[in-house]
Antibody, heavy 119, light 110 residues
Framework: QLQLQESGPRLLKPSETLSVTCTVSGGSIISSGYYWGWIRQPPGKGLEWIGNVYYTGITYYSPSLESRVTISVDTAKNQFSLRLTSVTAADTADYYC???????????WGQGTLVTVSS | QTVVTQEPSFSVSPGGTVTLTCGLNSGSVSTSHYSSWYQRTPGQAPRTLIYNTNTRSSGVPDRFSGSIVENKAALTITGAQADDDSDYYCLLHMPSGIWVFGGGTKLTVL
């Protein structure tokens, strides 16, 4: 059974850089046809797609976040990571990693990690 | 900017039928947008109900169905139950390769 687990700092100050890692177990991140994505949900608001990465390093980003986001993959560790620079309180959210499968939907999700931005 | 629109809220009686929709500010939704629908329950990861417009995810009751209705993606619940009281999100794939969630619909079953 594929499992995804997010990890990273939970509390940041404004202007700092958010870094969250997703560890994939029960399957290989080097699987043909699968993208790996990041989605977030601020408290009381809706889901927001952040971006996807393929194991080769191909990435797609939300236009609204593209200037601050980097998603990378570490095939040796079976992990992929999210980096978001210059955070503000508006970046406070539950951050989820997920697998985008061949049928073009996110079928496996991590449990999510709440990242709070506060001075 | 691509905006995906959903009804902010909807109400349905137990046993009733409700159709939630997912529209696109730039035009019509078609099967090429690979629309999917997620149920969001507090404390749990989102659960896929429908993908590729009308394919029901494994284990999802057949009272949930997906379609395209009047140029919008649609999620229909036939015979709503109390535990369908939840938030529902659609997700669309754009030709540019990006994905966009709708704002979500809060469904109340009462």
């Amino acid at each position: 059974q594929l499992q995804l687990q997010e990890s990273g700092p939970r509390l940041l100050k404004p202007s700092e850089t958010l870094s969250v890692t997703c560890t994939v177990s029960g399957g290989s991140i080097i699987s043909s046809g699968y993208y790996w994505g990041w989605i977030r949900q601020p408290p009381g608001k809706g889901l927001e797609w952040i971006g996807n990465v393929y194991y080769t390093g191909i990435t797609y980003y939300s236009p609204s976040l593209e200037s601050r986001v980097t998603i990378s993959v570490d095939t040796a560790k079976n992990q992929f990571s999210l980096r978001l620079t210059s955070v503000t309180a508006a970046d406070t959210a539950d951050y989820y990693c997920a697998r985008l499968n061949h049928a073009w939907h996110f079928d496996y999700w991590g449990q999510g990690t709440l990242v709070t931005v506060s001075s | 900017q691509t905006v995906v629109t959903q009804e902010p809220s909807f109400s349905v009686s137990p046993g009733g039928t409700v159709t939630l929709t997912c529209g696109l500010n730039s035009g019509s939704v078609s099967t090429s947008h690979y629309s999917s629908w997620y149920q969001r329950t507090p404390g749990q990861a989102p659960r896929t109900l429908i993908y590729n417009t009308n394919t029901r995810s494994s284990g999802v009751p057949d009272r949930f169905s997906g379609s395209i209705v009047e140029n919008k993606a649609a999620l229909t619940i036939t015979g709503a139950q109390a535990d369908d009281d939840s938030d529902y999100y659609c997700l669309l794939h754009m030709p540019s390769g990006i994905w966009v969630f709708g704002g979500g619909t809060k469904l109340t079953v009462l």
